[in-house]
T-cell receptor, first 113, second 113 residues
Framework: KAGVTQTPRYLIKTRGQQVTLSCSPI?????VSWYQQTPGQGLQFLFE???????NKGNFPGRFSGRQFSNSRSEMNVSTLELGDSALYLC????????????FGQGTRLTVV | DQQVKQNSPSLSVQEGRISILNCDYT??????FLWYKKYPAEGPTFLIS?????DKNEDGRFTVFLNKSAKHLSLHIVPSQPGDSAVYFC????????????FGTGTRLTVIP
């Protein structure tokens, strides 16, 4: 069974631009969650999608948004990029909602210059 | 406010000895706890979990202990191996209305051969 796939792996963007990250969950998994990892902050929850509906949202500004498609693939968008958005963005999938036994992708390393 | 805390950013142990990684949490509503291991340039990998109805769960060399009264959990690795060198994150879930994992900031374990 293929794991969680995130694309692209690395990305460099300029302040003010926008970016879209993609996540394909494990086959059969309907929940996709997004996390931001920065040094010293651990993993901070962004949002979770389950069956194309946003189920939960973390404490991030509205510049961070996401969506999920009918095949459970998810995209995350960040608009008007700031230097502080530089981070590793991780996607996790699980069969059900609730954060249990989530499987993570390798992440997308976003650098904003 | 960090609801899950790992107060030791790093830990070094000799190969063959026991590694003990600690984690504290503040919200008594958490009902499920997980440990993840993360190598550089990879996503976190699920290691072991424990439900709040238990106080111990063991899987091979890995044992997680939960002390609900102290809001504390620990991961024991015995015996430690060089391949265990990684960053370990503890996470908690189960808050009503919050279907996500709350992560600690991680502890970097180095096992010295």
């Amino acid at each position: 069974k293929a794991g969680v796939t995130q694309t692209p792996r690395y990305l460099i963007k300029t302040r003010g631009q926008q970016v879209t990250l993609s996540c394909s969950p494990i086959s059969g998994h309907r929940s996709v969650s997004w996390y931001q990892q920065t040094p010293g902050q651990g993993l901070q929850f962004l949002f979770e999608y389950f069956s194309e509906t946003q189920r939960n949202k973390g404490n991030f500004p509205g510049r961070f948004s996401g969506r999920q498609f009918s095949n459970s693939r998810s995209e995350m968008n960040v608009s008007t990029l700031e230097l502080g958005d530089s981070a590793l963005y991780l996607c996790a999938s699980s069969e059900t909602t609730g954060g249990y036994s989530a499987f993570f992708g390798q992440g997308t390393r976003l650098t904003v210059v | 406010d960090q609801q899950v805390k790992q107060n030791s950013p790093s830990l070094s142990v000799q190969e063959g000895r026991i590694s003990i990684l600690n984690c504290d949490y503040t919200n008594s509503m958490f009902d499920y706890f997980l440990w993840y291991k993360k190598y550089p340039a990879e996503g976190p990998t699920f290691l072991i979990s424990i439900s709040s109805i238990k106080d111990k769960n063991e899987d091979g060399r890995f044992t997680v202990f939960l002390n609900k009264s102290a809001k504390h959990l620990s991961l024991h690795i015995v015996p430690s191996q060089p391949g265990d060198s990684a960053v370990y994150f503890c996470a908690a879930s189960g808050l009503p209305g919050a279907n996500n994992l709350f992560f600690g900031t991680g502890t970097r374990l180095t096992v010295i051969p």
